[in-house]
């Protein structure tokens, strides 16, 4: 049989063999390639004069070398699990590279790197190439998406550390209630004790003349029994109350430390989660921690308290007997084992199918209108129906299982209790035992196994806080991808903006907008149009900074955006957007959100200057009428009019325009329109709008194509450069043209 | 009715007689398509990628729009399916798992290690639940933090150890 070589089944040493024939690499990463049904395991190499991979094939090295004069420009593809990147050489186009799609970054970042030194403004050996590897150094594991924390090598003993940091102002709250957790533990061990005395000093006395003698005693007893009662019902209650305080700011201190950070995150950081993922961390993720803190974890020390008193106090009494009664238990700590993992399996299915009949339920509901429209009522009942059938097997599985080996765990427990009675009948028959050791013994083993039962739920319950520890910790690592410089300015905007040069791309592999500029003095009002998709909104999301520019700059009164405080920056913008969103709140509540100190005549004028005050006072409360999802239902043309109140009260120097008229009829939009003319007058304005009549007033007209500009003018000179702009407005008379010929059939 | 509109609906299904697909020697999928007077580099996309592998392919220009669909790869010539098969191999990776080797829980990601089509691969699933694309009731689609997909055709048919590893999200 043929010999394999000794690295055909170990990862080749592709650097040594780089390094040997062709010098030291300026970086270098791992690609696996899919060919033929196998993947190929490979590296590119970059070195000051080429560019190489190298892949291991039927046993040989494969090499191919591209000489980096030659290249003059790569591009990056993302596919379905694949990532490649191709060159161009002379003229043509070839494949350089792929890998799988856990290599993404590493070849995104190779086609920014050759780009930059194909056009010149990078030298290969200047090149810093970072490797974003998905995945742990350590053990290989991928990282969660948009962290670089593993969620396996990231002990433990870290995540405590910073738990225990993060709830430091509660740690002597927490240690209190652990101690009256340990004592109302060992006060209610010292119980049975006391009723050994009680039984064999008193109540089993056969020499009736000391009973009596000694009834004062006997009273000291029984009265030491009730105080231990009464202090442990004092101790519960104190721990109880303090537990609940303790429990109550932890919860609240966690969520305000994520609420905190999650509002510092930009645009593009809180895009990564869904409202569901973020509300169900800032709320469910923090209580399950809070719960372990403040119960749980008091919970271990009370058991192990109970498991440690009661084996030693077996032990001392009859070492013998505590055999004998421990002997079952490590077959009841395997059946408890067995059963909680089997149920565990059954309830999580459970809590997933519950999830399901819920998810469907909300579809089912929130696509009411569809589903009468359609009339598919009866296949969505029979939807239902399956996932609530689903949800039944498994609860009646789970059921079973607990109800079919729960009675075998009790018996085998009660085992310890008949080797007890046999032991301790034989024992008191040949009187070398009293029925008050019995009656303790027997309080004692009905003690000992509580902890075994709980002990085996541990497992389950660490690891469900740590995974919200986990996820809590995952967004408190999250670093906002915008943030103010650290001389940022505060600063009064006059309203010159300067967009120089802009490229950018949600996607660092694919540029959304590239070389982008214009500027627009103070007072002017710059209009963007485009077919959708073209990057009009991405412009102003940029001129907010809701995002950073990968390349150029946008300055505003000649100070780079970037440079500029965001809290100063946004307090002198005010958006219109196509859709307004309303809190929940009074109409007042909602205008006065960007002033809040504004005066009732300040919002009355605002609210009449945006055509909005005659329909506010023929609502049921005026400015007081509860609007948002839980009152009085606004239509668009009456939401656009509060939200452009809303930026008339806030005064900002810059106004921006995102279709502000689009959804509304021509006749609401006209009302619009006019609150908007008296809300842009000597205010720099940026307006978006597929409606190019809105557009009439603008100053000057921007026209986005192919993610640049096309054309920039007035509105009438773009009309005679006969350009897209003036197609697009043609189109559009057409459009209106037809519609009036639709509506007077007679004009024909 | 209006021409323009019936150009907007009407699909044109690519077949062996209408264009003609090449190879360049750089490796570049091409496509001629004499009616057109198109002869340029083509993309694929599957319209239906988890029921159709080989039939309603979309042919796509450099700027990603359409130029023609293929309706069934199957009418055309071995030799040209064989080009178009290996474009679509570039464009989609998702191994078939055969065995489920390994699925730890922690944290709240599944770590699998899976016996695949391609060789053992491990990959790392974020909230498993939503991360499995249900296509019927025996095949499904598992997609990783990297948004690689891995399929498996039928879980029925799965080894008993596999199975047991994956019922409880089933």
Known sequence: ?748 | MDQSFENAVTVFYLNPENCRFYMTEQKILMCSIPTLSFDARVFLAKAFPFEKNEEYLSVLNEEKQEVGMIRDLAVFPEETAELVRSELEKRYFAPKIKKIVKVNERFGFSYWEVETDFGRLSFTVKDIQRSLIRVSEERLFVVDTDGCRYEIENVNELDRKSYSKIQLYL
């Open chain 1, 1 to 748: 049989m043929k010999r394999k070589a000794s690295w055909e089944n170990e990862p080749f040493p592709f650097e040594e063999y780089f390094v040997s024939a062709h010098g030291k690499a300026v970086f270098h990463f791992p690609i696996s390639s899919n060919f033929c049904l196998s993947l190929i395991e490979g590296e590119v190499f970059l070195a000051e004069d080429a560019l190489y991979r190298l892949e291991k094939r039927k046993g040989e090295v494969l090499e191919r070398c591209f000489p980096l004069e030659k290249i003059e420009e790569a591009r990056f593809y993302g596919y379905t699990g694949i990532a490649v990147c191709e060159i161009r050489v002379e003229g043509l186009w070839l494949e350089f590279c792929r890998s799988r799609g856990k290599d993404k970054k590493n070849i995104s970042q190779l086609v920014r790197i050759v780009n930059e030194i194909a056009d010149g403004s990078l030298q290969a050996k200047d090149a810093v190439f970072v490797p974003k590897s998905s995945t742990c150094p350590r053990c290989h594991r991928p990282y969660a998406p948009g962290s670089q924390v593993c969620h396996h090598c990231d002990s433990k003993k870290r995540f405590s550390g910073r738990l225990l940091a993060m709830v430091r102002p509660q740690l002597l709250g927490i240690l209190l209630s652990m101690i009256l957790f340990g004592a109302t533990t060992l006060f209610n061990l010292v119980i049975p004790m006391i009723q050994r005395n009680l039984v064999d000093g008193f109540l089993q006395n056969s020499d009736i003349e000391y009973a009596v003698s000694h009834i004062s005693s006997m009273v000291l007893v029984v009265l030491s029994m009730a105080l231990v009662r009464v202090l442990i019902v004092i101790f519960s209650v104190c721990r109880n109350n303090l537990l609940s305080r303790v429990s109550n700011k932890t919860v609240v201190k966690m969520r305000g430390d994520i609420y905190r950070h999650i509002q510092t995150l930009s645009v593009a950081g809180i895009s990564r989660h869904t409202a569901g993922d973020l509300i169900s961390r800032v709320s469910r993720d923090t209580e399950e921690i809070s719960n372990f803190l403040t119960h749980q974890l008091p919970n271990i020390l009370e058991q192990v308290l109970t498991l440690l008193f009661v084996g030693t106090m077996l032990f001392s009494t009859d070492w013998r007997l505590a055999i004998f009664i421990l002997l079952p238990m490590p077959f009841v700590a395997i059946l408890f084992r067995v059963i909680w993992r089997r149920t565990q399996k059954l309830y999580r299915r459970q809590w997933f199918e519950s999830a399901n009949a819920d998810t469907t339920l909300h579809d089912i509901f929130q696509g009411v209108r569809v589903v009468k429209v359609y009339g598919t009522e009866k296949s969505e009942i029979a939807k239902y129906d399956k996932v609530i059938a689903n949800l039944r097997d498994v609860s009646v599985r789970s059921e079973y299982v607990w109800s079919s080996l729960m009675p075998y765990a009790n018996f085998l427990m009660q085992v310890g209790n008949f080797i007890l009675l046999y032991y301790a009948g034989t024992h008191i028959l040949e009187g070398q035992m009293t029925i008050g050791e019995l009656t303790m013994f027997t309080s004692y083993v009905s003690l000992i196994y509580s902890p075994l039962r709980w002990m085996a739920r541990v497992p389950r319950m660490l690891q469900r806080t740590m995974t919200s520890v986990s996820k809590v910790f995952e967004v408190l690592d999250e670093e906002p991808d915008v943030s103010d410089a650290e001389n940022a300015r505060e600063m009064t905007i006059r309203g010159e903006i300067e967009i120089d040069s802009i490229y950018f791309g949600y996607d660092e592999n694919e540029n959304v907008l590239e070389n982008v500029s214009v500027s627009i003095h103070p007072g002017e009002m710059l209009g963007i149009v485009g077919r959708s998709g073209v990057g009009k909104s991405t412009l102003i999301n940029l001129v907010m900074r809701l995002y950073d520019v990968n390349k150029g700059a946008i300055r505003i009164d000649g100070v780079d955006v970037r440079d500029i405080a965001q809290h100063s920056l946004r307090s002198q913008i005010g958006v219109v957007l196509q859709e307004t969103f309303l809190f929940s709140g009074t109409v007042y509540e909602n205008l006065v959100y960007a002033k809040p100190d504004a005066t009732y005549e300040e919002v009355i004028r605002a609210a009449k200057l945006a055509n909005a005050h005659s329909f506010i006072m023929k609502l049921p409360d005026g400015y007081h009428t509860v609007v948002g999802e839980k009152g009085y239902t606004l239509s668009g043309g009456e939401r656009q009019r509060v939200a452009i109140a809303r930026a008339v009260l806030h005064d900002p120097k810059i106004l921006i325009l995102d279709e502000a008229t689009s959804a509304l009829d021509t006749e609401t939009e006209k009302l619009v329109q006019d609150a908007l003319a008296k809300l842009c007058q000597n205010r720099t304005t940026i307006a978006i709008a597929h409606r190019l009549s809105t557009l009439r007033n603008a100053t000057k007209l921007l026209v986005l194509d192919k993610k640049s500009v096309a054309e920039i003018g007035t509105h009438e000179e773009l009309l005679k450069q006969g350009g897209i702009y003036h197609d697009l407005v043609m189109a559009q008379r057409q459009m209106s043209a037809i519609k009036k010929t639709k509506k007077n059939p007679d004009s024909l």
